[in-house]
């Protein structure tokens, strides 16, 4: 276990020690828009420190780079889990909007206001003034791109998060624990990883009732949902890029269940997939998978990648 203590220290001391000492002072300063993206940029550099964790951890402990968990299984075997990864996250995120816009078609704005409002605000900031083309086309456009490119374009920050918690973590739980177990408990420390972000208002907003503690409880909850289809993907190609790439298009297309609601949406709800409804789609698939590993591995037929030494 002590490897398991050794990645979570550094991984949450690295994190949470940046964190409050880059990411808060910079939010905390001018809110314009070259301060948020600079803000937003700062955010998404934490989601490296999983994977130097692991660096850090192997050099440690003298365990080496040996089952790195990264090298998929044959290409026949892995491609069928690699293409659920890459455009499951997109397509359960749509069941999810949808089914939110079903229940509250008042959310549904079908003109997208408040992207053109966010697109305008960014042209102003760069100088332009031009009237904007077709506001749905461009949503649409985006959401498109999001699907198909999304799962590629992230593979850098979100193979930083995956390569820690679904290529080390989780196989070195499995070994020590049930699935189920592995899971749960991954998931809710995944959550917990989040804190300081979500305290600042990532994700959930700020605000609300419980603030920020139900938040935080929140997200222990939404990882969960998710590091179980990240888990299942990387344990049925063998490779946490299976995972880095379900994370890709999961960040891509997370907020494009917003661009057609309208403002005031709650994120505990929907259309976003942090949401019970807008996350439906997500938390259904996760039981069908956590059901499939458990009856797996009562059969003795669940394989789970190793990393590194036992």
Same mark, same amino acid.
């Given at each position: ?208 009732? /419980?603030?920020?503690? @139900? =938040? &935080?409880?929140?997200? %222990? #909850?939404?990882?969960? $949902?998710?590091? !179980?289809? +990240? ?38 709800? /929907?259309?976003?997939? @942090? =949401? &019970?409804?807008?996350? %439906? #789609?997500?938390?259904? $698939?996760?039981? !069908?998978? +956590? ?20």
């Amino acid at each position: 276990m002590k490897r398991i203590y050794l990645f979570l220290g550094i991984t949450f001391a690295l994190s949470w020690i940046y964190e409050f000492a880059v990411v808060y002072p910079l939010a905390n300063c001018d809110a314009s828009q070259s301060s948020s993206m600079i803000t937003t940029l700062a955010i998404g550099a934490v989601m490296f420190f999983p994977a130097l964790a692991v660096i850090l951890t192997r050099l440690i402990t003298k365990e080496g780079f040996k089952n790195c968990v990264i090298k998929p299984y044959p290409l026949k075997r892995s491609l069928p889990w690699f293409l659920v990864a890459w455009f499951g996250p997109s397509l359960l995120i749509i069941v999810g909007a949808v089914a939110y816009f079903l229940l509250f078609p008042d959310s549904f704005d079908p003109h997208a206001s408040n992207f053109a409002t966010l697109l305008e605000s960014q042209a102003a900031s760069v100088g332009m003034t031009q009237e904007l083309p077709n506001i749905e086309v461009l949503a649409l456009i985006q959401i498109v791109m999001g699907i198909f490119m999304g799962p590629l374009l992230n593979i850098a920050t979100t193979f930083g998060e995956e390569w820690g918690w679904r290529g080390y973590l989780m196989p070195k739980l499995a070994r020590r624990m049930s699935i189920t177990s592995t899971l749960l408990i991954s998931g809710v420390i995944w959550g917990l990883w989040h804190a300081p972000i979500i305290a600042l208002g990532h994700n959930y907003g700020l605000g609300y009732p /419980g603030f920020p503690l @139900t =938040g &935080i409880l929140a997200m %222990c #909850g939404f990882c969960t $949902v998710v590091g !179980i289809f +990240l888990s299942y993907v990387t344990i049925r190609t063998g490779s946490s890029l299976a995972a880095a790439f379900g994370h890709g298009a999961l960040n891509s297309l997370a907020g494009a269940s917003t661009i057609f609601a309208v403002a005031g949406v709650n994120p505990f709800v /929907g259309p976003s997939p @942090t =949401g &019970i409804i807008g996350g %439906c #789609g997500l938390i259904v $698939v996760a039981i !069908i998978m +956590l059901v499939d590993l458990q009856k797996r591995e009562n059969r003795g037929e669940l394989k789970v990648p190793e990393a590194g030494l036992n």
